[in-house]
């Protein structure tokens, strides 16, 4: 199988593209930073691999590599809580998603051997925020800003050709070693000041970053997905319950609450990403046969951290 790949240096698609490529699949890694991906898929380790520098807003020369290929996995987009929400900063996480996803489903248009399949990334803001209700793939769409990028973002995807299998994937925060929000959430516990972040009541959908590999890789090779699918773990959890389990795996207090105002002041409009949650079960994606590796997030957190 050949795969093209946008997004491939970020923390989910690092870790497929090695899948891919120890099951002996090519990958066109398509890139902003070709010196950076090449550093990291170096030939001599990694010489199922193409890399092919692209423009995500911008049609090119990078379009042509999506010929041929068997599948596409669009995973790009610009970090959603990195730093505040300007103005410009919210129209860059817009169009890194919806246009940019444009022009992949232009570049599947335009090839005489178009991919069977794509595998389009979404989030799991598609549902808003809530501390009582309960969502699922079937669950209609929230009413803020993230709801409002991923129903574009999702339009975008959707108008791939018909003959190409579309598959979303509403992912929730992945949890794996050396990045993401994992990282982030365990610097306050190896200082000893570690606890839940606000209120902690808010919910917390997760998923390890082996399961959300292994679930693109199935969407991929398996033509019984199509449509959407949560990117989630079976057993979401309040913030405190995941801060305790934290403490208990690394032997650390998880008392110190972190105040809703800190995160505020630091990120602004931003700080709802963390300060606010959903419940989300992967209904759907269950229903397929999918089976979790880590489908609590002890066994998950004690892998990651032992």
Known sequence: ????????????????????????????????????????FPAGLFPQCDVVP??????????????????VVNLAGAPIAESRWTADRKREILDSRQAG????????AQASAPPKVLVNSSAIGYYGTSETATFDENSPAGNDFLAAVCKKWEAAAQ???????????????VLGQGGGA????????????G????????????????????????????????????????K????????????????RPS???????????LLGDAAAVVLEGQEVIPKRTLETGFSYEYSNAKNALTQLLD
């Open 1 to 40: 199988m050949k795969v093209a790949i946008t997004g491939a240096t970020g923390f989910v698609g690092q870790r497929l593209v090695k899948r891919l490529t120890e099951a002996n699949h090519s990958v066109v890694v398509l890139t902003r930073n070709g010196d950076r991906a090449r550093r990291l």
């Open 54 to 71: 692209y423009t995500p807003l911008k049609s090119g020369d990078w379009q042509s590599a999506i010929d041929g290929c068997d599948g």
């Open 101 to 108: 996803t444009e022009k992949v489903v232009e570049a599947i």
């Open 159 to 173: 108008a791939v050709r018909s003959d190409t299998r579309l598959v979303i994937i509403r992912t929730g925060i």
């Open 182 to 193: 994992l990282e982030k959430l365990l610097m306050p516990f190896r200082l000893f000041a």
């Open 195 to 234: 606890g839940p972040l606000g209120s902690g009541r808010q919910w917390f959908s997760w998923i390890h970053l082996d399961d959300m590999v292994s679930l693109i890789i199935q969407a991929l090779t398996d033509e019984q997905f199509k449509g959407v699918y949560n990117g989630t773990a079976p």
């Open 236 to 251: 979401p959890v309040r913030m405190t319950e995941f801060c305790n389990v934290v403490g208990q795996v690394m032997g």
């Open 255 to 265: 008392w110190l609450p972190v105040p809703s105002f800190a995160l505020e002041a």
